[in-house]
Every structure is written in C-alpha cells, then in structure tokens.
C-alpha cells in the first residue's frame, strides 16, 4: 500500500498541529471525496443538499473531530460516515417539517450494497440508518465491514487493512451483514 504512505505522513502532520498537511491531504483526495458526495447524493434521491454543501459539511465535521486517522482508507471510511450522518440528520430535519406519517423515500442503489440486490430498491433513509445502528449493536465489526463496502467503495484488502482483520473474516462479515441487512429490511440482496 504505497499510495497510503503519503497520506499517513500528512494525516500525522495534521494530528500534531500542521493545518497544511490537511490542505494537502483534502488536495489529493478532493476528487475522490466529490465523487463520493455525488455518488450519496444520487443514491438519496430528492435531497436539498449539493455535492459541494455535503462536502463541505463533512470536512468541518472531520475538523471539529480528534479521529487519529491511520490511513488514507480510515480517513475516506470517516469522511463517508460523516456524510451518511449528515444525510440522516437531514432526513430527519425534512420529515420535522412535513406532517404525518409520510417518510422521504431515497433510493439505495445496487453500487451502495456492494453491487448486490435489485436495481432501484426504494428505502426509507432513516429506516436504513436504524437497521445499520442495530446491526452495530449486534454485531459492531459486520456493520463496520458492511459500511466500510457499502458507503466508502473500499476494496475487501482495504476493509482489511482498515479493521486490522484477515481478508476471510472480512468476507464472513460482508456475508453476514449483507444476509441480516436483506432480512431486516424484507428485501432481496442475492
């Protein structure tokens, strides 16, 4: 993983105090980062948010955190979280304001689970994120596993590296997380 080596020395930088090493680690990743909050937004269907506001909003919350970065995987892990808590969080807010029952709908694209499942399957935001929070509760390293796939794009050896887990374990957790997600959620996930 000598691409992760220039990353690591600037997330350490950063962590001591060089607000540059941060400029240069958000220059390097900007692309992939973008392509990211794109990637959520779409998958989200009607949300008011931009890429570029997503983005933004998970840098400042990335700042405000003391999250001692490992790795570039790690870091995009913590960005994609930010997002998806930021996109939750907005959900929320948008359902405040309406009245009654109804829930925005949001669509979780084939990509989000791994390339896995039906295309188009329609969920409820919010009802995704409870089902994640209580797989976390049942089993934390599958949710990790399965948002480490799902919401980051990270590579099996990534998810790996990131959990400090063997590459079978993370293959066992992916199945698992994948298998109780589809039953939770009463779709097919194949």
Known sequence: MDNDAPYTRWLEQWRAGDLQAFERVLKVAMQALQASARQRLREHGDVTLNAAELLDEAVIRLLDSNTPFASRGHFLATTSLHMRAILVDHARARRAVKRGDGREQVTLSTTLL????????????????????????????????????????LSRAQIAQVLGVSLATVDRELRFGRAWLSERLGVTLD
């Open 114 to 153: 791994g390339g896995l499942g039906q295309d188009d399957a329609a969920f409820d935001i919010l009802s995704l994120d409870e089902a994640l929070t209580e797989l976390e509760r049942q089993d934390e390293r599958a949710s990790q596993a399965l948002h480490l796939s799902c919401f980051t794009g």
